[in-house]
């Protein structure tokens, strides 16, 4: 089995890196008021005992949330479920095999709870529980610096309409409980700390079984958790319908975000900052709503817990349901919804035809098999037992396994998604250069998601991959794996440019393999090779000491990381003019030249790491394109100050 872990902590890594730009998608006030929320509700639900094989990790600080998770995970420990940056569960086999960093603590060994009640009856009574997938709002392609700041560490292919894909990965989960204020609707319900604390203890318990059933078939999932309470709204929730709650939902998100837009926009903005805070894969929003003494336990149209199928949000009564419903607690509804969340179809009966057996769905398009709708045993399988058709809340089918992206379709015991591979792409196929001058050789290697098939986004969805490229290695001749470095200073995307600067040789004809491999363990679909040349004649050598065959030009600069000027070195046809721009990660121009190439065949010129203002650049990542003669090069470079 491939080191499935190691991808996991790899995720981790990526999330780190892009932390710093991301913390601006919330007000400085709510921030702080949700920080002394989450640090009461975590020291309240420390002493609520750990959910079934995992054990509590108690940490005093007040760290940056997903730095202090970070910490955790690269110390080797399995973290399922966690409330940043105070308590964090981790999985007690992991337990062994690590030592705690400093600052963090075990909590006290708590007895396992007991097995929750499983029964045939379903959860939702014959109720639909499944709202169709949100279409992508109007707003979907607009750029800004807030939106480009939380889109930052999103798995590799993903775009900002792509909240829950597939649950692998880390999913960052909001809590938010809207509080109606009395202008519009009687306020009828109001939230207490012990019933916030008694949500988040379901949602604790009730995810913890999606960690149990990942761990045990070597899946990377952990839910990563904020909660955001008293969020206005003019309407009691619960005295609405299920079709009114955009209503709440926008008035309560207008509040969190603070600024005023359409629901869905207010919704898929709100996952990914949540995603991006807490450096997760994957963003979902929860509303909570009160309505704890209510006799139905029910909306206004007899509605109880339900999800916008594939995400971004789910809701969830406090009581689901009447005295008929006593069987199922709330934990079982936070298991159900969040497989919703990643596109897992209902089995239950009576229901629309939406949620037949006949459909499919998901990243990987996987029938509903094992649904009794119209008929138990119609869909040419034998029922199981599963957790979307009844109160089964330790038992997942593989069919509903298969929708949220487990799928395992060459039975070899990795999910098909963990198994994607890079392809590596060397710059040149043949090199000519003088023995005993500098070689560099250059290229790059993208990682290849499997398709997106999902048929709710017409077959046409964003293809995906759970991996990034790891690492770059050059053989010369067959000989020991050598690694070449990747040009921005670290592996930590699908797409990585890399260079490698080869040892000293001899004149002679040699062969260059290249192999990239992943996050995933696994080595490049491809292993091209680079046919070197060295002659021992002093003719041309110049920069980088070597000419690319076949016409191709050669570019090189650095350093980078910069502390800010960066020089550029060009080898082109003489006499070519292009032009040389550098964009930073929002997209906007910080700096351009127009490049005349000498007849020599070289241009270089300078960036002094300034913007046109003349301020310095800030840290981070920029994006060189180089134009000239008809062909295009583009090269990443950080400034890191
Ligand atoms: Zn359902």
Redesign the pocket.
């Known amino acids: 089995m491939p080191c499935v872990s190691c991808g996991f902590v790899r995720l981790v890594k990526i999330a780190a890196f892009v932390l710093t730009a991301s913390v601006a998608a919330m007000p400085a006030a709510r921030a702080e008021a949700d920080g002394a929320l989450a640090s009461e509700a975590a020291r309240a639900l420390v002493l609520a005992p750990a959910p079934s094989g995992l054990r509590a990790v108690w940490y005093g600080g007040s760290d940056d949330p997903a730095a202090t998770l970070d910490r955790l995970e690269r110390a080797g420990f399995r973290v399922e479920i966690s409330l940043p940056p105070s308590l964090f569960y981790v999985r007690e086999s992991t337990r062994r095999a690590a030592a705690l960093p400093a600052g963090f603590s075990f909590g006290a060994s708590a007895p396992a709870g007991a097995p929750a009640a499983a029964s045939d009856a379903d959860l939702?009574q014959g109720r639909d529980?499944?709202r169709p997938p949100l279409a992508p709002p109007a707003t979907a392609g607009t750029r800004s610096a807030s939106r480009a700041a939380a889109m930052q560490g999103l798995p590799f292919g993903a775009r900002w309409i792509d909240t829950s894909e597939f649950m692998i990965g880390r999913v960052a989960v909001a809590i938010l409980f809207p509080e109606s204020d009395g202008s519009t609707d009687p306020n009828r319900y109001d939230w207490t700390p012990a019933l916030r604390d008694s949500v988040l203890r379901s949602a604790v318990r009730g995810l913890a079984r999606w960690t149990s059933f990942a761990a045990r078939r070597g899946i990377p999932l952990s839910f990563a958790i904020e909660l955001h309470a008293g969020l206005a709204t003019r309407y009691e929730p619960i005295s609405r319908t299920s079709g009114e709650e955009d209503l709440w939902i926008q008035d309560a998100l207008t509040g969190f975000l603070g600024y005023k837009s359409d629901a869905g926009t207010l919704e898929y903005d709100a996952a990914n900052g949540v995603r991006s805070r807490l450096g997760a894969q994957w963003g979902v929003l929860i509303f909570a709503v009160q309505d704890d003494s209510s006799s139905t336990g029910q909306f206004a149209d007899g509605a109880i817990s339900h999800?916008r199928l594939g995400g971004p949000f789910f809701v969830t009564p406090v009581k689901n349901g009447g005295s008929a419903f006593q069987g199922a607690s709330l934990d079982s509804y936070m298991e159900?919804?969040m497989a919703?969340m990643f596109w897992a179809l209902?089995e239950?009966f009576p229901s629309t035809g939406w949620w037949s057996c006949s459909l499919t769905t998901g990243y990987l398009n996987i029938q509903n098999s094992n649904s009794v709708v119209p008929a138990a045993g119609y869909c040419g399988f034998p029922p199981a037992q599963c957790l979307?058709k009844g109160n089964y809340p330790d038992s997942v089918c593989v069919f509903t396994q298969g929708q949220i992206g487990w799928a395992d379709r060459d039975l070899n015991g990795i999910p098909d998604l963990l198994e994607t591979r890079a392809t590596v792409f060397p710059d040149s196929a043949e090199f000519h250069a003088v023995a005993g001058s500098t070689i560099i050789l250059r290229g790059h290697a993208l990682e290849f998601p499997l398709g997106n098939q999902n048929p709710y986004h017409f077959f046409a969805g964003d293809s995906i991959s759970a991996a990034i490229v790891d690492s770059v290695v050059y053989r010369i001749n067959g000989g020991p794996a050598i690694p070449a470095l990747a040009v921005d200073g670290v592996y930590d995307s699908g797409r990585e440019y890399f260079s490698a600067t080869l040892p000293s040789l001899p004149p002679g004809e040699y062969v260059i393999d290249w192999d990239a491999w992943n996050s995933n363990g696994l080595k490049s679909a491809n292993n091209p090779s680079t046919a070197l040349t060295l002659s021992a004649s002093s003719a041309p050598a110049g920069l980088g000491g070597g000419q690319p065959a076949v016409g191709a030009m050669s570019l090189r600069f650095g350093p980078t990381p910069s502390l800010g000027p960066v020089r550029f070195a060009l080898r082109a046809r003489p006499g070519s003019r292009g032009l040389c721009i550098v964009h930073d990660v929002q997209g906007r121009e910080v700096a351009r030249w127009l490049v005349t190439v000498s007849p020599s065949g070289t241009a270089s010129w300078m960036w002094s790491g300034r913007v046109a203002s003349g301020a310095a650049a800030p840290s981070g990542l920029y994006f060189l394109s180089l134009e000239i003669d008809g062909a295009a090069l583009k090269r990443r470079l950080v400034i890191f100050r």
């Open positions: 939702f529980d499944v999800a159900h919804e919703h209902d239950h979307m």
